[in-house]
């Protein structure tokens, strides 16, 4: 299911990624299901989601943020259309407390206009939304030596709050892993209790498969772990509903999210102009 242009969609944080085994669409809908673990192994599928989200986002009036320690070489690509990316921990870091600030100026906001979340302002008052694209969620947690401690539960702590609070406030993660297990801390067990979305592709060890699925059905967990590495983009697909379903994404090339960047580079939001109106020291 190869496709160059995603099944157009009149909804806003809405993309349509594939079919689930019922024939119906795979929707990820950002409104609905605010929070996504994405699991996989090299050449499984989850690398096409995000090539997804990026192709079916890019038209929409979304600012897409990315966190992408591997030095960058996944998302600078799609750079044109990312209002801002974070390629180290330090960065990471930075762009996180970024998020945190505006996710407490919004409350601020909703507060001042007795909304309960931004999406009941008015149009004229209501901010840009915000996707936040992880890839290699583990990068964040993983400690080379000591020195590297106090960040990471810094970083942690950050991210769990995004997660925790960021719902209301127009602020949705899509965080994506190879390996994403316990050993990494309690602060990747806690985010994920906070990501009621879960895609499970075929993964290499049985841990990541239990972390992505294993609080749910114990069935889905199962047929996750059966998932042969000659069919890519098959998923195990669970969310708000309670249930889950066997799923295959449509094909995205690497090309087409890039051209889908540089062409609607010009609707991405610069993170200055966002931030402008944060506290100096968040900035700095």
Request: net charge neutral; glycine share 6%; proline share 7%.
């Amino acid at each position: 299911m190869k496709v160059d242009h995603l099944p157009p969609s009149t909804d806003l944080l809405k993309v349509t990624v594939g079919r689930l085994e019922t024939g119906k669409p795979w929707v990820i809908d950002f409104r609905t299901v605010p929070h996504w673990l994405n699991a996989g192994a090299t050449q499984s599928g989850k690398s096409n989601l995000a090539n997804a989200l990026i192709v079916g986002l890019s038209p929409q009036p979304v600012a897409l943020v990315g966190f992408d320690l591997k030095g960058g070489v996944e998302f600078t690509p799609y750079s044109p259309r990312l209002s801002a990316l974070a390629t180290s921990r330090t960065e990471s870091l930075t762009l996180l407390d970024d998020l945190v600030a505006l996710m407490v100026d919004r409350m601020g906001l909703c507060r001042q206009a007795s909304a309960r979340n931004v999406w009941q302002l008015p149009p004229a008052l209501r901010p840009v939304p915000v996707v936040v694209l992880v890839d290699e969620l583990a990068e964040l947690y993983l400690m080379a030596d000591k020195s590297e401690k106090d960040e990471i539960a810094r970083t942690s702590t950050a991210l769990l709050r995004v997660a925790q609070l960021g719902r209301a406030f127009g602020i949705y993660l899509f965080c994506c892993g190879q390996r994403i297990g316990s050993d990494l801390g309690p602060g990747v067990t806690a985010l994920r209790a906070q990501c009621s979305g879960r895609i499970c592709h075929r993964v290499n060890d049985p841990e990541t498969a239990t972390m992505t699925l294993g609080d749910l059905d114990p069935a889905a967990l199962v047929s996750a772990r059966a998932i042969a590495a000659e069919t890519p983009g098959v998923a195990i697909v669970a969310s708000q509903d309670g249930q889950w379903y066997r799923a295959r994404s449509f094909h995205v090339s690497e090309q087409a999210a890039e051209h889908a960047a540089r062409a609607y580079a010009h609707l991405a939001p610069p993170w200055d102009e966002i931030t402008a109106h944060l506290p100096q020291a968040v900035n700095a």
